[in-house]
């Protein structure tokens, strides 16, 4: 059971927007900001935002995100079949003093 | 670039020891912490724990308290874990991670393959 709540997937049709969830406390998303992995099938791991919405240089802007009280969330717009992944999401937790990661949502492009 | 790099694939009996390294290059290896985290088949990502590499602080995941150990050499820009009393759910890749502020990582490890099997 992770501590940040995820949905664990999400579909969408190619040039869709689609959204995901991350659902915590105010010990982690409530105090610290979140950042989101891109996990594509066989690979590590592969920052796609920090800082609840910075992108790193080279991520599309297609890629968004947001946060708001103790949730955040990820929205992937104009989607392509190549943005097919399992997504995380993270923060920091005062109570583990280490990070938690949500459980993943896998993106589905139909 | 930054990269980090980490050793190969292993396949251990369950008891036994396994060691993971993970070479960092790119950027001043005491200025960020590394962390780790290792992913089962199919499942979530899991935080075991890291180390300052600075002042070699170290933090565990309750979970793995006294079966993990995160070392670090600084000649070499390499951090180690060890994992002890290997158990049949310990099969997972386990990542070394840079992080950069509390709970952002970049760049990840490949990643190292450890399987456990009799």
């Known amino acids: 059971q992770s501590v940040l709540t995820q949905p664990p997937s999400t579909s969408g049709t190619p040039g869709q927007r689609v959204t995901i969830s991350c659902s915590g406390s105010t010990s982690n998303i409530g105090r610290y900001t979140v950042s989101w992995y891109q996990q594509l099938p066989g690979t590590a791991p592969k920052l796609l935002i920090y800082?609840?919405?910075q992108r790193p240089s080279g991520v599309p802007d297609r890629m968004s995100g947001s946060r708001s009280g103790t949730s955040a969330s990820l929205a992937i717009s104009g989607l392509r079949s190549d943005d097919e992944a399992d997504y995380y999401c993270a923060t920091w937790d005062d109570t583990l003093n280490g990070p938690v990661f949500g459980g993943g949502t896998k993106v589905t492009v139909l | 670039q930054v990269q980090l790099l980490q050793s190969g694939a292993e396949v251990k009996k369950p008891g036994a020891s396994v060691k993971v390294s993970c070479k960092a290059s790119g950027y001043t290896f005491t200025s960020f912490a590394i962390h780790w985290v290792r992913q089962a088949p199919g499942q979530g990502l899991e935080w075991m724990g890291w180390i300052n590499t600075f002042n070699v602080n170290r933090k565990y995941s309750q979970k793995f308290q006294g079966r993990v150990t995160i070392t670090r050499d600084t000649s070499a820009t390499t951090v180690y874990m060890e994992l002890n009393r290997l158990r049949y759910e310990d099969t997972a890749v386990y990542y070394c991670?840079?992080?950069?502020?509390?709970?952002?990582?970049?760049?990840w490890g490949q990643g190292t393959l450890v399987t456990v099997s009799s």
């Open positions: 800082s609840n919405n």
């Open positions: 991670a840079r992080q950069v502020e509390p709970g952002w990582f970049d760049p």
